[in-house]
């Protein structure tokens, strides 16, 4: 990477992705894990017990997650659903790497459909080595660190400087907070980001207290009267226009 040029790219993950990849809920079904998948926890559970774990905590989850769409509450927090489920099982705290396992099972059912195709690769790329500082922001209901996981897989490791989820962050978008947390992370100017979206009510239009350069992605050619100082354009290459 050439030095830093104090800007930076903010992306929602469905810019990146070939297909919609953001969820609030875990709208998921599970299969009987192999052990080396939970190496560690097998030595204490059975497969079938693990399996029925991942399956509660998807449930509650959702349970959860339905509440917090509807005002009610925060969004839940995959490790502390984990650590509850795993307790009473294993009769003792669970240790991080056993949550961990349990965690990854329900992450690899989450991005499992998901890809980056190598155009967009080379975005990235060229953005990267051009000294821009990348993040992401993602109503996703994993840690950041399992969709990490998916982008190293995916031949993007080490190009992003923050990874934001609503499951770390306990906020969903459109709260504006969920991007200014991703801005402070990277310790630059609000000024000097371009935030870049492909749903318009949760990814641009909420960000009116955030003084950064807003860009809409839609491959439709007409779409709604967006204000004048909202970009908007067709393809990710267009993205150099503004960087």
Do not use: W
């Amino acid at each position: 990477m050439s030095a830093k040029n104090h800007k930076a790219v903010l992306f929602s993950l469905d810019v990146l992705t070939n297909q919609k990849s953001e969820r609030e809920s875990l709208d998921i079904s599970l299969s009987l894990p192999p052990s080396t998948s939970c190496p560690i926890l097998s030595r204490a559970l059975k497969q079938e017990e693990i399996l029925a774990v991942a399956e509660r905590v998807v449930l509650i989850y959702n349970a959860i997650v339905e509440q917090a769409l509807n005002g009610d509450s925060r969004p839940p927090n995959m490790n502390m659903l984990v650590e509850r489920a795993l307790k009473p099982m294993l009769k003792r705290e669970p240790y991080f790497e056993e949550t961990q396992e349990v965690i990854g099972l329900i992450a690899e059912e989450v991005y499992k459909n998901m890809s980056i195709s190598e155009k967009y690769k080379k975005i990235i790329e060229l953005l990267y080595a051009t000294g821009h500082m990348l993040g992401i922001v993602a109503n996703l209901p994993i840690p950041a660190s399992f969709l990490m996981d998916f982008l190293i897989k995916s031949g993007l490791r080490g190009y992003f400087e923050t990874i934001i989820t609503s499951n770390d962050m306990g906020i969903f978008k459109p709260s504006q907070e969920i991007f200014k947390h991703a801005i402070n992370s990277m310790g630059i100017n609000e000024r000097n980001v371009v935030i870049i979206g492909s749903n318009y009510d949760r990814d641009i239009q909420p960000l009116h207290d955030i003084v950064a350069t807003k860009v809409f992605i839609s491959k439709r050619a007409k779409t709604r009267q967006l204000p004048t100082h909202i970009k908007k354009i067709q393809a990710i290459e267009e993205i150099r226009n503004f960087v």
